[in-house]
Structure formats: structure tokens, C-alpha cells
């Protein structure tokens, strides 16, 4: 009997040992559980917080992104903008610049009709009238009159031979192909002197290689010199006048001066002789000023700059 309880103390002690290791093993394996789940948590919000990173790195990404798209249309937009206002402003600048040349060409077919007519007027004022007051001077001098009379009337003849002979220089083409232009100058300005009622002092600087002009430009220049002193003639009732034409390196500068009877300052751009200079000014491309006062003379400024100068080919060379 003692024998069959020992045997049964020894299996309860048995099964007693085989529990409780089983239960230090449950144990063990609910402490790895736990330790695994602490594991996996641990690694879900390290996840988490990788994921939060990425959408935070992605939304900046697509923040910049949209900015640089924003900017790009707005860049485009700008250029679109600035591109048209380019294209307008050379399309505006073109047809200036068409306007500026039928503007040109039209004054060129205007100087031209008006030098056909002037050269026109010129020839029947030599054929006729010059001609006739010729025929008349030397039959005065063959008239049996009184010495003072005809003196008189000889007088009278000359000064008007002079005077046409004056508006005959004006109106005629200038021959720069017989005669330089230094010399024509010259030339123009003692005929001015030749008139009684005034005197005229003419300075031309430099003195020589006006010749280095194109020859057509030197015609247009002299056509203006020619204008300029017959509105002088015309109007001025001066007693002295000053004829400056200077070229340097700015450009070609007319300048004249008299004592007249002035004109005032709303009647310096009207009137015939004044509309054909600033139209001839304009064709040469310069720029005309007009200061006058009554009963203070005139003083007339033109100024053709040097990129509007044309030289000829052999001065261009040089």
C-alpha cells in the first residue's frame, strides 16, 4: 500500500514538474509573443512615420511642381505679352518708316516738278524779258534825251536787268558739273551783293572739299542756300545779311542772320518760300528752326547730322 502511494506521489510530481514546465514555457512563448507584437508595432510607426515623410516629400514635390508650372505660365503669358507688343512695335516702326519714305518720295516728285518749273521760268525770264531789257538799255543809250532823264531811266533798266538777273540765278539749276561748289558759293553770295539795297557776307567752313559730297547733295544743299536768301531777298527789307555754311564731324550747319523787319512767331512756318525750305530741309534729312521777332530780323538754323551726309564713293574710301 505505502508502495502504491509513493508510486502515485512520484507521478503527481512527475505530471506537477511536466506542468510547470509547460507553463514556464507558456510562458516564454507569451513573452516572445509580446515581444514580437512590441516588434511589430515598433515597426509599424517606424513605417508610419516613413510614410508621413514620403507624403510629406511627395506634397512638397507637387507644391514645387505647381509653382513651376505657375511660373511657366505666367513666363509664357509675359513673353506671349512682350512678343505681340515686339511684333506691334515692328509693325508700327515699319509703317513709320513706309510713311517716312512716301513722305520722301513724294517731296522728291515735288522738288522736282518745282525745279522743272523754276528752270522753266528761268529760261522764258532770259529768253524774254532779260533779252528785251537789254534791247531797251542800249536804245536809251542811243535816245538823244536829256542826260538826267535818260540817266534815270538807264538806271531804272540795270536795277531791274540786276534784279531779274538775281531771280534768274535762283530759279536755274546750279551747273556743279562746269563750276565746284566752293565756287558757285562764291559766286551766289557776290550776286546777293550785286543787290543795292543790302549787303550779304558769306563765310563757307572749311573753305575747300565740299567736292567730297555726292554730287546730287550738293545740288539739293546749294537749292537750299538758294531758297533760304531768296526768302531773305523777298521778305526781309535787311541791310546786312550773314550766310554761314559749316560742315564737321556733327554734320552740315546753315546758319543766316539778318537786320530785316522780322516776322512774328506764327508766320514762320507758313508761306510758300518757307513751306519748299522745309520741305527741301526734310529731304536732305535735317531739321529746320525759325527765330523771329517783329523789327528784330530773322535768324534761320538748319542742321543736316552726318549719317544723313552722302559722300562719294572715292571720299568714302578715304
Same mark, same amino acid.
Given at each position: 500500500?505505502?508502495?502504491?502511494?509513493?508510486?502515485?506521489?512520484?507521478?503527481?510530481?512527475?505530471?506537477?514538474?511536466?506542468?510547470?514546465?509547460?507553463?514556464?514555457?507558456?510562458?516564454?512563448?507569451?513573452?516572445?509573443?509580446?515581444?514580437?507584437?512590441?516588434?511589430?508595432?515598433?515597426?509599424?510607426?517606424?513605417?508610419?512615420?516613413?510614410?508621413?515623410?514620403?507624403?510629406?516629400?511627395?506634397?512638397?514635390?507637387?507644391?514645387?511642381?505647381?509653382?513651376?508650372?505657375?511660373?511657366?505660365?505666367?513666363?509664357?503669358?509675359?513673353?506671349?505679352?512682350?512678343?505681340?507688343?515686339?511684333?506691334?512695335?515692328?509693325?508700327?516702326? #515699319?509703317?513709320?518708316?513706309?510713311?517716312?519714305?512716301?513722305?520722301?518720295?513724294?517731296?522728291?516728285?515735288?522738288?522736282?516738278?518745282?525745279?522743272?518749273?523754276?528752270?522753266?521760268?528761268?529760261? @522764258? =525770264?532770259?529768253?524774254?524779258?532779260?533779252? #528785251?531789257?537789254?534791247?531797251?538799255? =542800249?536804245?536809251?543809250?542811243?535816245?538823244?534825251?536829256?542826260?538826267?532823264? /535818260?540817266?534815270?531811266? =538807264?538806271?531804272?533798266?540795270?536795277?531791274?536787268? &540786276?534784279?531779274?538777273?538775281?531771280?534768274?540765278?535762283?530759279?536755274?539749276?546750279?551747273?556743279?558739273?562746269?563750276?565746284?561748289?566752293?565756287? =558757285?558759293?562764291?559766286?551766289? %553770295?557776290?550776286?546777293?551783293?550785286? /543787290?543795292?539795297?543790302?549787303?550779304?557776307?558769306?563765310?563757307?567752313?572749311?573753305?575747300? !572739299?565740299?567736292?567730297?559730297?555726292?554730287? /546730287?547733295?550738293?545740288?539739293?544743299?546749294?537749292?537750299?542756300?538758294?531758297?533760304?536768301? !531768296? @526768302?531773305?531777298?523777298?521778305?526781309?527789307?535787311?541791310? &546786312?545779311?550773314?550766310?554761314?555754311?559749316?560742315?564737321?564731324?556733327?554734320?552740315?550747319?546753315?546758319?543766316?542772320?539778318?537786320?530785316?523787319?522780322?516776322?512774328?512767331? !506764327?508766320?514762320?512756318?507758313?508761306?510758300?518760300?518757307?513751306? #519748299?525750305? /522745309?520741305?527741301?530741309?526734310?529731304?536732305?534729312? !535735317?531739321?529746320?528752326?525759325?527765330?523771329?521777332?517783329?523789327?528784330?530780323?530773322?535768324?534761320?538754323? %538748319?542742321?543736316?547730322?552726318?549719317?544723313?551726309?552722302?559722300?562719294?564713293?572715292?571720299?568714302?574710301?578715304?
Amino acid at each position: 500500500m505505502f508502495l502504491a502511494e509513493d508510486s502515485l506521489s512520484s507521478k503527481d510530481l512527475y505530471h506537477q514538474s511536466c506542468i510547470n514546465k509547460l507553463s514556464e514555457q507558456l510562458k516564454e512563448e507569451k513573452a516572445g509573443a509580446e515581444s514580437l507584437r512590441q516588434i511589430i508595432r515598433y515597426r509599424n510607426a517606424q513605417l508610419w512615420k516613413e510614410g508621413q515623410k514620403r507624403a510629406e516629400v511627395y506634397q512638397l514635390y507637387g507644391f514645387s511642381v505647381a509653382v513651376l508650372l505657375l511660373l511657366a505660365a505666367l513666363l509664357y503669358l509675359f513673353y506671349r505679352r512682350s512678343f505681340r507688343r515686339q511684333v506691334a512695335d515692328i509693325v508700327q516702326r #515699319n509703317k513709320m518708316e513706309q510713311d517716312r519714305l512716301l513722305m520722301v518720295e513724294r517731296v522728291r516728285v515735288r522738288m522736282e516738278s518745282l525745279d522743272e518749273e523754276r528752270e522753266r521760268i528761268s529760261r @522764258n =525770264l532770259h529768253d524774254s524779258i532779260s533779252n #528785251n531789257l537789254v534791247s531797251l538799255g =542800249l536804245r536809251l543809250r542811243a535816245m538823244e534825251a536829256g542826260v538826267g532823264q /535818260k540817266q534815270e531811266l =538807264l538806271y531804272m533798266v540795270e536795277s531791274t536787268h &540786276r534784279e531779274i538777273r538775281a531771280i534768274m540765278h535762283n530759279l536755274s539749276s546750279p551747273s556743279l558739273d562746269a563750276m565746284p561748289f566752293e565756287q =558757285l558759293f562764291r559766286y551766289h %553770295i557776290e550776286l546777293m551783293n550785286g /543787290k543795292s539795297e543790302f549787303q550779304v557776307e558769306g563765310m563757307l567752313l572749311p573753305e575747300e !572739299g565740299w567736292s567730297e559730297l555726292h554730287l /546730287k547733295f550738293q545740288t539739293e544743299l546749294f537749292r537750299v542756300v538758294q531758297e533760304v536768301t !531768296g @526768302n531773305i531777298v523777298k521778305h526781309s527789307k535787311a541791310a &546786312r545779311v550773314t550766310i554761314t555754311l559749316r560742315r564737321d564731324q556733327d554734320g552740315i550747319s546753315l546758319m543766316a542772320e539778318d537786320d530785316g523787319v522780322g516776322m512774328n512767331a !506764327g508766320l514762320t512756318a507758313v508761306g510758300f518760300g518757307m513751306k #519748299n525750305l /522745309k520741305a527741301r530741309v526734310e529731304y536732305l534729312g !535735317g531739321d529746320i528752326q525759325v527765330s523771329s521777332k517783329p523789327m528784330s530780323g530773322t535768324v534761320v538754323r %538748319i542742321f543736316i547730322p552726318t549719317n544723313k551726309v552722302p559722300y562719294t564713293a572715292v571720299a568714302a574710301l578715304d
